[in-house]
């Protein structure tokens, strides 16, 4: 290891070997260096150690999710790469009667949305679950609660260096207006979204590390019903509509969206005469000037009732119980397929599992 020396002075490691060791480190222990000295405490925030630290974190991934549905306190729960368990501590706290779920996760902030029963949303969180910084952001624009839907999104744009949040609005059915909420700038404002005309958009968005969001939609053309994959990118704020036929019986499954190797994915699961269950993983891919759904994983049929959840590292996250088992319905398991090997491991989490995000640890500022 490379050492300096001047006058005669006690050895000192150079700034880059020091920062390629700090930068390895859990934020949890940064957080306490950062009162070694003035000088580190000014380094753990500059945007090239933040950067450098985050890309470490990437090769170690958690995942987090809730495990109630009472979420005033937001009790979340960690795995993380080593499959330790541990709770999230520093959660913002709410009124009583208030209750939060989770939009989505990226670089290490999670994106909240908060509501009071069954109102729409009063507002959203954006918040850094290892250095408790958070910001709450008002809802866009006034809206009908009788009449009008939404689907949000929240992710990183790379391309302008900022995190975003989307805003799909919907009056009767159909796509009313897009609003998208900028980090940098703190505040909202109202995108082209003619291309949405007739849509129906539905379900959660997922979050691609190259900067799409995507969600589930349907077109109305000419009274009839056109399936497809609502991609859009963060950066350009643009659209794309990609018709897609759908996986054969996906009616019939339990299925969410999910992202695999930069690429929609969907995972579902089904249940066989009613005492075991398939697990499938299906990727978009396109081929020449068309898309189609390709089956990447099979596993089953398994003794268990599976709920599907999201892909981690190598791994199928679902929830499920085993049929004539230990397990009840409202105390699931923990599952996770490998999908290289088919290997099925459970862990003993007896909970009502739900917001499953991909998560990593990181100095983002908010």
Not at 89 to 113: E, I, M, R, T, Y
Not at 277 to 294: H, K, Y
Request: hydrophobic letters at 40%.
């Amino acid at each position: 290891m490379e050492q300096t020396v001047i006058n005669g002075a006690a050895p000192y490691l150079s700034e880059e070997i020091t920062i390629n060791i700090l930068k390895r480190l859990p934020v949890k222990s940064l957080i306490r260096l950062q009162c070694v000295c003035k000088h580190w405490e000014n380094l753990f925030k500059t945007p090239f150690f933040i950067a450098a630290h985050l890309c470490q974190s990437h090769q170690n991934p958690s995942f987090i999710f809730s495990h109630d549905y009472l979420l005033n306190n937001l009790p979340l729960r960690l795995l993380d790469y080593e499959m330790h368990l541990r709770d999230v501590q520093k959660a913002p706290q709410f009124d009583f009667l208030a209750s939060a779920s989770c939009v989505g996760s990226s670089n290490g902030l999670l994106c909240f949305v908060i509501r009071v029963g069954s109102r729409f949303p009063i507002s959203l969180l954006v918040w850094n679950p290892v250095t408790g910084d958070g910001r709450e952001v008002p809802i866009s624009r006034n809206v009908d609660m009788d009449e009008d839907d939404y689907v949000l999104g929240f992710g990183f744009s790379p391309l302008d260096n900022d995190y975003k949040i989307m805003a799909i609005y919907s009056k009767y059915g159909f796509v009313s207006g897009v609003d998208i909420y900028s980090l940098s700038r703190g505040s909202w404002k109202e995108i082209e979204s003619r291309n949405l005309e007739n849509v129906s958009c539905y379900w959660r968005t997922i979050y691609s590390n190259n900067g799409a969001i995507f969600t589930y939609g349907i077109k109305n053309i000419e009274d009839e019903e056109v399936e497809m994959i609502v991609s859009f990118d963060m950066g350009k704020e643009v659209f794309t509509l990609i018709m897609i036929s759908w996986p054969p019986l996906w009616r019939n499954l339990n299925f969410s969206l999910a992202v695999y190797e930069d690429k929609p994915a969907i995972i579902t699961t089904s249940v066989v005469r009613g005492s075991s269950s398939n697990v499938d993983l299906w990727v978009m891919e396109e081929d020449t000037s068309s898309w189609s759904w390709i089956k990447k994983f099979t596993s089953g049929p398994h003794p268990w009732v599976f709920k599907p959840g999201i892909i981690w590292r190598n791994e199928i996250v679902v929830s499920g119980f085993e049929i004539g088992g230990k397990t009840e319905k409202h105390e699931q398991c923990l599952c996770l397929f490998n999908i290289t090997t088919n290997e099925l491991k459970t862990l003993e989490i007896r909970h009502c599992f739900r917001d499953f995000v991909n998560y990593v640890e990181s100095f983002v500022l908010i």
